[in-house]
C-alpha cells in the first residue's frame, strides 16, 4: 500500500499545477478554468452528483416554470429594442442584422441572462437556428464564441475597430450566443447566491432562456435547431438537448432539435484525465519515465491521489514548460506576438478591452460593468463524472451527434474524445477516413452508430479560431446532415 496524500495537502499542491497552467496558457482563459474544475473535482467528491442524478434532468418537479401566455406586441418592441444598429468599429457594408439584450429566466430572483444573435448574411429565412456555447464553466459564448471564433466580426489589435470573419458561420446559419449561467460576462443576477450554480440549474436556466427567446423571436420557433459548444459544454450541451427531448415529449413549446455537436468537450473525467497525461507523452511533452510512473501509480477512478502519484504528475507538467497547452504548437502571447492563420494569441486581451468600451456595452444594451472573459467568483456546486450516459440517450433519439476535436489540444485532446466514445463499444458505420477542405485534408473522421466522431487537422482547443476555414467546411456539413468530403 502507498501513502495518500491529506486533503488539505492534496489541495494546495493541485493549486500549484492549476497556477502552473494558468502561467503558461495566458491565450486561454476558457481552458483554464476547465483544468481548475477538473482538478478540483478530486476534492470535492461529496459535491458531485453521480450518473444517475446528475443525468436525471427531465425531473424537475417545481423547481422551474416556463411561462405559456405572453404579449406578442410586447416582445415584439422588446425584440426592435434589442436590434444593434451598429457596434462601434465595425466595417462599412454590413448587411446583416444583429441584436443583443437579456432574457429574464427567474423574475423573482431577476436572474437575466445576456444573448448576441446574429441572422445569417445569405437567406437567413432558409438558414437552420444554432445555438453556441463556450464552457470554462464561468466563460463568456459571447466574448470567445462570437468575438473569436465564429462570429461575424474579429477585434482588431487596436482594441477599437473590428474587421469581418470571412469563414462565420452566420455564411450557413442564424447563430444565437448565449452567455450562461448568470455571471458569466454581460449576464447577472440581483441574487448573489446565485453564483453557486452547477449543471443542473445551468440546464435549466437554458431552456428557460430559449422557451423565452422564441417569443420574442417566434420566426425561429420552427426551425431546424442544432446546439455547438466547446470545453466544459460539453456538458451543457448535451444535458440542455436531453432536457428539450424530456419537454418535447409533453407537447408544449416544442423545440425542433436536429443535432448537437461538441468540441473538445469535457465529456468523462475520468477518460479524459488518462487520454490528457497519454497524449502528452504521444506528442513528446513527457519522458518515457514520467508516463511510466503515470500509468504505474495513478488510479484515475480514484478520487485519493498517492504521494508517487502526485510527484509523477508533477514532473509531467514540470517537463512541458511554458506552452500554450490548449494549442501545444501555437505562439504564446508576447509583446512580439503575431497572426498565425488568422489566430491572434492575444486575443483575450483585445476582446477584454473592446467590450469593456462604454460604447460598445450602450450598442449591446447592457447594464454598464466590468465584463470578464471568465468569472472566478462562481462556484461550480454539481458535475456530472461523465456524460455518456446522457449521450447514450440522445444517441437512441435520432439526432444527429457529432464530436469533433482539434488534434493539438493538449488538455481535452483527441485521445480523451476517443477513450471517451469508445467505451460506448458501438458499432463502426464509416470506417475511419480523411475529410478535405479546399483540396487539403481538413482532419479524420469515424462514424459510429448514431455518432461521429471528427478531428480538425492543425486545430487547438478553439477550433474555429485555429482552423476557420476548416471549422466552417465541418460545420456546414453537420448542419446539411452529411458528412464532409
Not at 25 to 42: D, F, H, M, P, V
Not at 334 to 345: C, I, K, V, W
Request: hydrophobic share 35%; proline share 4%.
Amino acid at each position: 500500500m502507498f501513502s495518500v496524500l491529506s486533503e488539505k495537502a492534496l489541495f494546495c499542491s493541485l493549486i500549484l499545477l492549476v497556477c502552473h497552467f494558468a502561467i503558461s496558457c495566458k491565450a486561454n482563459q476558457q481552458g483554464e478554468y476547465l483544468n481548475k474544475l477538473i482538478q478540483s473535482k478530486r476534492f470535492q467528491q461529496k459535491d458531485i452528483y453521480s450518473h444517475e442524478e446528475a443525468n436525471n434532468l427531465s425531473d424537475f418537479g417545481d423547481e422551474y416554470v416556463v411561462s405559456h401566455e405572453h404579449d406578442v406586441e410586447q416582445e415584439l418592441r422588446l425584440k426592435e429594442a434589442d436590434k444593434v444598429k451598429a457596434l462601434p468599429g465595425q466595417p462599412k457594408g454590413v448587411d446583416f442584422d444583429q441584436f443583443a439584450g437579456y432574457i429574464s429566466v427567474d423574475a423573482k430572483e431577476k436572474r437575466k441572462l445576456f444573448y448576441y444573435f446574429v441572422e445569417s448574411t445569405l437567406n437567413s429565412s432558409t438558414k437552420p437556428l444554432v445555438l453556441w456555447l463556450n464552457g470554462g464553466p464561468g466563460c463568456s459564448s459571447f466574448g470567445y464564441g462570437a468575438m473569436q471564433e465564429i462570429g461575424p466580426f474579429r477585434i482588431n489589435r487596436d482594441s477599437k475597430t473590428l474587421s469581418l470573419n470571412k469563414y462565420a458561420w452566420t455564411k450557413v446559419a442564424n447563430v444565437l450566443f448565449l452567455e450562461s449561467p448568470a455571471g458569466v460576462g454581460f449576464s447577472y443576477s440581483e441574487n448573489s447566491s446565485d453564483l453557486k450554480v452547477g449543471d443542473k440549474r445551468t440546464a435549466i436556466d437554458s431552456y428557460i432562456f430559449l422557451q423565452n427567446w422564441l417569443k420574442r423571436f417566434p420566426q425561429h420557433s420552427s426551425r431546424d435547431f442544432f446546439i455547438v459548444g466547446e470545453s466544459y459544454a460539453g456538458h451543457y450541451v448535451p444535458q440542455l438537448a436531453s432536457l428539450i427531448q424530456s419537454e418535447n415529449k409533453k407537447n408544449r413549446n416544442v423545440i425542433n432539435l436536429k443535432g448537437i455537436a461538441v468540441g473538445n468537450g469535457w465529456i468523462d473525467d475520468n477518460l479524459g484525465k488518462i487520454g490528457m497525461y497519454d497524449n502528452f507523452w504521444m506528442h513528446a511533452l513527457n519522458s518515457d519515465e514520467t508516463h511510466k510512473g503515470i500509468e504505474k501509480y495513478c488510479q484515475f477512478k480514484n478520487s485519493d491521489v498517492s504521494k508517487e502519484c502526485h510527484g509523477y504528475l508533477q514532473k509531467a507538467i514540470n517537463e512541458i514548460g511554458n506552452i500554450d497547452l490548449y494549442n501545444i504548437y501555437a505562439p504564446l502571447c508576447t509583446n512580439t506576438s503575431h497572426f498565425e492563420n488568422g489566430f491572434d494569441p492575444c486575443a483575450d486581451t483585445t476582446t477584454a478591452n473592446y467590450l469593456n468600451l462604454p460604447q460598445v456595452q450602450e450598442a449591446l444594451h447592457v447594464k454598464a460593468t466590468e465584463w470578464f472573459s471568465c468569472n472566478g467568483k462562481i462556484y461550480w456546486t454539481d458535475s456530472a463524472t461523465s456524460i455518456l450516459p446522457t449521450i447514450n440517450e440522445l444517441r437512441s433519439s435520432g439526432i444527429s451527434i457529432w464530436i469533433y476535436s482539434g488534434d493539438v489540444d493538449g488538455i481535452v485532446p483527441t485521445t480523451s474524445s476517443r477513450y471517451s466514445i469508445n467505451s460506448l463499444n458501438l458499432s463502426v458505420h464509416t470506417p475511419w477516413r480523411p475529410w478535405y477542405s479546399e483540396k487539403e485534408v481538413g482532419g479524420y473522421l469515424i462514424g459510429y452508430e448514431g455518432l461521429t466522431l471528427i478531428t480538425v487537422r492543425g486545430a487547438g482547443h478553439m477550433v474555429p479560431s485555429n482552423q476557420p476555414q476548416r471549422a466552417l467546411t465541418m460545420i456546414s456539413s453537420f448542419l446539411q446532415g452529411i458528412l464532409p468530403p
